[in-house]
């Protein structure tokens, strides 16, 4: 059951506000909306999204600014959890935060690295990270190259692997996320030991164990599907973490000579039915799906511990990405039952 004094409280919270979360039926409602403000106008009337669209200029509703405000929600509801947690609880949470660092980190090297001309985006963003965040918004948003970029996150636990990367010479976009998203689970799968109880531990140990296999398995595929890269260069995209998958079963995914062989590796696993590739479903969707799955098991297991927490801030993060996709179908005035293709069947 976990620990019922310490999780009853934040539970009790994080139960009140998935109950704000949108249902099917209000995202049903939306994708028959005919225009972006008749969309902002329903979410201001009908949802929690109130509170953050209503201050919006009718000049500026459009789908960039949209976006910015849902992100902010979700740092919203993210610092309402962290006020209600407890020492043991915030620890988590500081380690979740990681994720949002390297999403943030990512986007500014797209930015110097692709010469964007547009200035940095982050104000939205700055209130969030200096309250909570290692990486000062300040510095990045005066960062003009990679190098400067590389050197304002000095101080922080992402410059040496990206200092290293740089004085290398040849590093491209990719290289740096790709070693930035291999540090992310790395460092991840190292703390949770000094940081969480053995109850804790041995959840979060399960939940990011298997994502890593089902991201690898992700990997693997798209690797051999869309790119015929050599099993040499497939070992470099792994995260090096092994998780109830044995070294010959990566080794038989990996080296397989065709999409069958892989398919058939793959099914020796536990992961199987979550890739079912029979199904007319991206890979990412799959992967998707799974984590519903995986985070909706752990919560129902174990109601009371990280679980609660970890599911409400991916449900959140879901609901953005699908209400941001569904506004900006309306945009285009693409029919409702046409933007379910773009959203996936999968209920939040």
Known sequence: MGNLLAYSGIVTKIRGMEAKLLTETQFDEIKAMKSVPEAVTYLIQNTVYREILETLEPTLVHRGNIEKLLIVSLYQDYTRIYLFATLEQRKFLKLYLKRYEVELINYCLRIVINHYQEPFDLNHKRAFFDRYSQISIEKLIHSRTTDELIENLKGTEYYNTLKKLRDSGKATLFDYDLALNLYYFVSMW???????????????????????????????????????????????????????????????MVEASDLDAFQK???????????????????????????YYLYRSDRRKDPYSIASINTYLFLKEEEIKKLTTVIECVRYGIPPEEIRGYTGGQKL
């Open 190 to 252: 190292k703390q949770r030991k000094k940081i969480l109880k053995p109850k804790e531990l041995e959840l979060f140990t399960r939940d990011y164990g298997a994502q890593i296999n089902m991201l690898n398995i992700q990997w693997i595929y798209r690797a051999k599907k869309y790119f015929n890269l050599s099993p040499a260069d497939i070992y470099a995209l792994l995260i090096p973490i092994q998780y109830k998958i044995s070294t010959v079963l990566i080794k038989e």
């Open 265 to 291: 590796a793959v099914e020796k696993t536990s992961y199987a039915k979550h890739f079912d590739f029979s199904q007319n479903l991206t890979v990412e969707k799959l992967y998707t799906d799974y984590l």
